[in-house]
């Protein structure tokens, strides 16, 4: 909550904190030979630094007043791994400057000292900082420079404006382009550091409204065109600058890991450095969010923030059945406050139950192919040898069209699940909702759910066992082994009986590693499958399926556009084959 009155109408002198009052490290020299850029700034630059903390009921943020700069921003709802309140902004190595022109002299913003002042109207609290220039023979003051920030009461977005006061008296231009330099170190809020330095990285949005992601690895970059605002993003949370009434002109941006022997709590050195034109008329204004990577939060404010979090925006399909389905439903079940893996079972079941149609569909299918299993082994036996491969996919397509099946008919609705599973993989590893949220023996579903550390390391594996990648491993194995005795398969390709095997083997090393709630999904998924198919089974009759396709071959054969494309491709690789 806000401040108390009492606290805000007290002097500035009890208001503002100096770092002896709060027993920090970070007091600065007070007493610096002068440049001589800074002459009329002199008291500016000289006076001792101090902190002042306000808060609401969100975080407790505080600012330097030498630069104007926040100090730190703590969220109260979020704690990081250490059971401390998540904080975003490193103290020691922020920075938050501009460079602008005055009295002939290039000056910056973080080298002069700001006299600050607070009040709260309206439900914010507003914080003013200004730094004078003064005449250095009369000591009169001139003009100045001033920095406001306005916080609302129960949000992360700061409200941040600069303005220069009598800029003509102190030599600001009218219009001019200012250069400004933003950089962070990046701070460990996960457990696994290296999880979350992959996911820490620089995002930006152009004038064309298109959202951009620097690659994982250390990047430099650099913009020649209009960026709207940029993001300093971590695996949940985002330190993000906004331009309100017009475009960064330009940007140089450069991500940097820290050496895997660094003992710090630091992920990645993140350094922006942007252009800005400027008029007199009117402030620098920007609004900076401290926050939750929270979709409903960064979607509230219309400007695309929420495609910070990776949830496949560069495919539409995976997009939209994240943004239309699966986001919508998540938060729906979301208010009944039950435990996040029960969530997570029952948005499972609703997802099989939409997915109902396709899954039969593709059982019939294969139910079809099954029937016609005599038929089918008869030309394979007829046809064994590898020079009679052409002979052999002539004969099955005329028994498929014999028989009215399209063999592609199964394929189909197996490809339109593949945007629900791939929307699946990007959103639960992204969603802060599941972070520390334990569910039976995982003791936070955006984190591995180890059940044994090993003490070493395996290739491609790791240093610990997770149990839920372990039962969605065997029940991958289970699900295949299912299917492959329902499925007709060609036994003149061992290798790719070989691959459906080894895979779930593979996806165990890949998400041994990743969140929990991503294989207990994926094995909740599974299971429900499994049960699917054998239910398909037991209710469904063959030997009905079997009559009916052998009905249909005393019925006059009309060729699909499939089986027709697929005769003239067979015709034409005979062809291919007598010429050589």
Not at 351 to 375: C, D, G, H, W
């Amino acid at each position: 909550m806000f401040l108390a009155e009492q606290a805000i109408q007290e002097s500035a002198k009890d208001t503002i904190k100096t770092e002896s009052d709060i027993d920090t490290t970070y007091i600065v020299e007070s007493q610096k030979s002068i440049p001589e850029a800074y002459t009329f700034f002199k008291q500016s630059y000289q006076t001792e630094d101090s902190i002042i903390f306000i808060e609401n009921d969100v975080a407790i943020i505080s600012f330097y007043c030498k630069g104007a700069i926040l100090h730190s921003v703590k969220l109260k709802n979020f704690k990081d791994y250490q059971n401390n309140p998540v904080q975003l902004i490193d103290t020691n190595n922020y920075e938050f400057s501009f460079v602008f022109r005055a009295f002939d002299r290039f000056l910056e913003t973080k080298n002069l000292f700001f006299e600050p002042s607070i009040k709260n109207s309206n439900g914010n609290i507003y914080v003013t900082f200004i730094a004078n220039a003064r005449d250095t023979l009369t000591n009169e003051i001139l003009g100045g420079v001033k920095i406001e920030y306005s916080i609302p009461q129960n949000e992360y977005m700061v409200d941040y404006k600069l303005s220069f006061i009598n800029p003509d008296e102190i030599g600001v231009l009218p219009l001019d382009i200012l250069t400004f330099s933003w950089a962070n170190n990046m701070i460990q809020q996960e457990e696994d550091k290296k999880v979350e330095t992959i996911n820490t990285t620089i995002c930006y949005m152009n004038s064309e409204k298109k959202v951009k992601h620097l690659k994982a690895k250390d990047q430099k970059q650099t913009l020649n065109f209009r960026v709207k605002w940029i993001g300093l993003k971590q695996q949940f949370f985002t330190h993000t600058l906004i331009n309100v009434e017009d475009y960064f002109s330009s940007a140089e941006l450069e991500t940097k890991s820290f050496s895997p022997d660094d003992t710090s709590r630091y992920l990645r050195r993140m350094s922006v450095g942007m252009t800005i034109e400027h008029s007199t008329d009117r402030p620098v204004h920007f609004k900076i969010y401290t926050g939750p990577l929270k979709y409903s939060i960064l979607r509230s404010y219309k400007l695309r923030l929420e495609r910070e979090i990776p949830l496949g925006w560069g495919f539409a399909p995976i997009a939209w059945v994240n943004r239309f389905l699966v986001i919508p439903v998540f938060n729906w079940l979301e208010r009944y406050g039950l435990n996040y893996g029960i969530i997570i079972l029952i948005l499972t079941l609703l997802l099989k139950i939409v997915l109902l149609p396709f899954t039969y569909k593709t059982y019939m299918s294969t139910a079809k192919m099954r029937a016609l299993k005599p038929e089918l082994d008869k030309i394979n036996q007829k046809y064994s040898k590898p020079d009679d491969a052409l002979k052999k996919q002539q004969a099955t397509m005329e028994l498929y069209k014999k028989s009215k099946i399209n063999p592609a008919g199964g394929c189909w609705p197996m490809l339109l699940q593949f945007p629900i599973l791939i929307a699946m993989f990007r959103f639960f590893p992204s969603a802060i909702e599941l972070r520390h949220k334990p569910f039976l023996w995982a003791h936070d579903l955006s984190a591995s759910d180890s059940i044994l550390d090993l003490g070493f390391n395996i290739p491609l594996y790791g240093d610990h066992v997770s149990l839920f990648a372990l039962l969605m491993a065997i029940s991958t194995l289970l699900y295949t082994y299912i299917n492959n005795k329902l499925t007709p398969t060609d036994t003149n390709a061992p290798g790719m009986k070989f691959m459906m095997y080894a895979m779930p083997i593979i996806f165990l090393g890949i998400f041994n590693n990743y969140s929990s709630v991503l294989s207990y999904y994926y094995f909740l998924f599974n299971v429900v499958s499994i049960l699917q198919t054998l239910t398909f089974r037991y209710f469904v009759n063959e030997e009905k399926i079997r009559a009916k396709l052998l009905e249909n071959w005393k019925k006059p054969v009309k060729k699909s556009s499939w089986q027709q494309r697929m005769e003239e491709l067979a015709k034409q690789q005979q062809t291919n084959v007598k010429k050589r």
